[in-house]
């Protein structure tokens, strides 16, 4: 399939290849953090994830746009996904009724201020 040129607008924002799944623009990559667990090395994205999509655009260009990544535990309202995991690691996950691109400027924004 295609990829639409608002979604290679959203993954250039992001510099994040875009790939469509399930019909939708999706934008799949990892976080560059060393994480153990068990005491094993994991570059897995099911550790390390970070995904964006967006779907359900309206008459105004609004979407329900959606994200996850991996963050340290930094902030509140966050989940584990793993036990046993060095250094701790946090699931966020965030949605917004918004501009694609303008979800895209900011989450570009938030990732640029997450530590490494």
């Given at each position: 399939?295609?990829?639409?040129p ?5 993954g250039?924002?992001l510099e ?13 990559t ?10 094993r ?13 967006f779907?359900?655009?309206d ?10 990544t ?12 793993w ?15 918004d ?16 530590k490494?």
């Open positions: 399939m295609a990829i639409a608002l979604c290679k607008q959203f250039d924002i994040i290849s875009p790939q469509i799944i399930n019909g939708l623009c999706t934008l799949m990892v976080r560059n953090i060393p994480v153990t667990i068990l005491g090395p994991s570059r897995s994205a099911l550790t390390i994830p970070m995904m964006f999509s779907e359900s655009v008459q105004n260009g609004k979407a329900l746009c959606l994200g996850e991996v963050i340290l535990p930094l902030v509140t309202a966050l989940h584990n996904h036990l046993f995991n060095n250094p701790g690691i946090m699931f966020i996950h965030f949605e917004s009724i501009e694609p691109v303008q979800f895209a400027y900011k989450v570009r924004h938030a990732i640029s201020v997450l490494h």
